[in-house]
């Protein structure tokens, strides 16, 4: 079976999913290693840790500890200031000691360690918020007159691979 040269073309399909791709948004979530290099430990202050970061939809904590003796467990705001892990809400303990948890909701979650490394400090309180939208790409008076605009690639590179498809539909063709 011979392929049809122009815009059936694999060359034309290929570009042509490169210009929708480099068209979607970027996504911004971030992976945090909870307690930094010193994980989700007593010796680390989580609560100081925390409140430099500003936690956003689609964020994920990742918690490195000691799988011997701690746990990672999501319970409401009276559990996690009594530093009771009776009734939790998720355990995201799974035994490897690293364990992620998504941030999918907006709002309050709440995390402290069994066994009694919560009351030593293994506890953390974070708020989660939606991410503040994109920059708008609004245009700016330049010293030559022209129009320059600040979208950072959203115009210049799916353009550039539109001219290489059709550029390369009449390659082909001709």
């Not at 600040?150 to 290489?164: D, H, L, N, S």
Request: proline share 6%; net charge positive.
């Amino acid at each position: 079976m011979e392929w049809r040269r122009g815009i059936g073309s694999p060359a034309a399909a290929l570009a042509v999913a490169c210009a929708v791709l480099a068209m979607i948004p970027e996504v911004s979530s971030v992976r945090y290693t909870v307690g930094g290099s010193s994980g989700w430990s007593s010796k680390a202050n989580l609560t100081v840790w925390a409140q430099s970061i500003h936690f956003y939809n689609g964020d994920w904590l990742y918690f490195i500890y000691d799988r011997s003796q701690l746990s990672v467990l999501q319970v409401n705001q009276t559990n996690y200031e009594s530093c009771n892990s009776n009734s939790f809400l998720h355990n995201y303990t799974t035994g490897a000691g690293r364990d992620v948890a998504p941030l999918n909701v907006t709002g309050p979650y709440y995390f402290i360690s069994g066994n009694g490394f919560c009351y030593s400090g293994v506890k953390l309180a974070i708020n989660v918020s939606n991410p503040p939208p994109p920059p708008s790409g609004s245009p700016v008076k330049s010293d030559s007159g022209f129009l320059t605009y600040t979208v950072r690639g959203q115009i210049v590179i799916p353009a550039v691979f539109a001219i290489a498809a059709v550029w390369d539909s009449f390659l082909r063709v001709w």
